[in-house]
């Protein structure tokens, strides 16, 4: 671990601010952007930029997830058991994705980005016509945790991006709702996630902590505006928000040379 110059950490501290609040308005942690803002802006390795931005996700997460618990209750029975399907899914990835080429782990996760961002905006049309109807049996909602766990594990990020959609396209969630319980089985995925990054010497801890802090900071104002936003509204952003990642991430690469 080296320390960053003044100007440095008082950059990293701005961009943390901003990735936190966020990742309140949406419920994701911020690490969808700060991943590719770590990889390809500070030229870190994929499986590094995945760690370091666990490193800054797991207090903002905690946070988020505490208030959002104060707005809207969270069904804990089901948080427990998808939590624990999710995190020990995201012990046995995470293994996998760091001994992967990093070439291989940024393609992956471009390609994951890019089909989510279609998928929430397939999604949003669907639900807005069908909301409130589950299609599945509710029992079966826990197994959201494994496909939440893989993308945790895997990509380092994502749970929360996969497990909204199916809590609201297939088990009728609402989206509020649905976001408060992907905080709550994505915070302890993210925390293991974290732990085998850090095993595999793969968290950059000079810059996951400073980001940390600065996202602190604005979490809860994110969350706060979150539940000021209407249902509508806030899913369309969230649908926004990925498809902008996604364009940005794919076309940097061919951008800066």
């Known amino acids: 671990?080296?320390?960053?110059?003044?100007?440095?950490?008082?950059?990293?501290?701005?961009?943390?601010?901003?990735?936190?609040?966020?990742?309140?308005?949406?419920g994701i942690g911020g690490g969808i952007i700060a991943?590719?803002?770590?990889?390809?802006?500070?030229?870190?390795?994929?499986?590094?930029?995945?760690?370091?931005s666990l490193a800054m996700m797991v207090p903002i997460l905690a946070v988020g997830l505490w208030r959002y618990s104060r707005k809207r209750p969270i069904p804990w029975?089901?948080?427990?058991?998808?939590?624990?399907?999710?995190?020990?899914?995201?012990?046995i990835v995470a293994h996998f994705a760091t001994q992967l080429q990093?070439?291989?782990?940024?393609?992956?996760?471009?390609?994951?980005?890019?089909?989510?961002?279609?998928?929430?905006?397939?999604?949003?049309?669907?639900?807005?016509?069908?909301s409130g109807r589950s299609?599945?049996?509710?029992?079966?909602?826990?197994?959201?945790?494994?496909?939440?766990?893989?993308?945790?594990g895997l990509l380092g990020v994502g749970g929360g991006l996969v497990a909204t959609p199916l809590l609201t396209g297939l088990f009728g969630q609402r989206q509020a709702l649905a976001q408060s319980l992907s905080m709550a089985l994505v915070t302890p995925?993210?925390?293991?996630?974290?732990?085998?990054?850090?095993?595999?010497?793969?968290?950059?801890?000079?810059?996951?902590?400073?980001?940390?802090?600065?996202?602190?900071?604005?979490?809860?104002?994110?969350?706060?505006?979150?539940?000021?936003?209407?249902e509508r509204r806030m899913r369309l952003l969230f649908a926004v928000m990925l498809m902008a990642t996604a364009l940005w991430l794919l076309i940097k690469p061919y951008v800066v040379g």
């Open 189 to 230: 995925c993210a925390v293991v996630a974290l732990a085998t990054y850090s095993v595999a010497d793969c968290v950059d801890w000079s810059m996951g902590l400073p980001l940390a802090f600065g996202g602190l900071l604005t979490v809860s104002a994110g969350v706060a505006v979150a539940h000021q936003l209407p």
């Open 102 to 130: 990093p070439d291989i782990l940024r393609g992956v996760f471009g390609l994951f980005l890019l089909s989510l961002a279609f998928q929430m905006l397939i999604a949003k049309q669907r639900h807005e016509s069908d």
């Open 1 to 26: 671990m080296h320390f960053l110059a003044v100007w440095d950490l008082m950059a990293v501290l701005f961009l943390g601010a901003a990735l936190g609040f966020f990742g309140g308005l949406f």
């Open 135 to 152: 299609h599945l049996n509710p029992r079966l909602m826990p197994m959201v945790g494994v496909a939440a766990g893989t993308s945790m």
């Open 35 to 52: 991943i590719p803002l770590l990889a390809l802006a500070f030229g870190m390795d994929q499986a590094l930029a995945q760690g370091t």
């Open 77 to 91: 029975v089901s948080a427990l058991w998808i939590g624990l399907l999710a995190s020990i899914t995201t012990w």
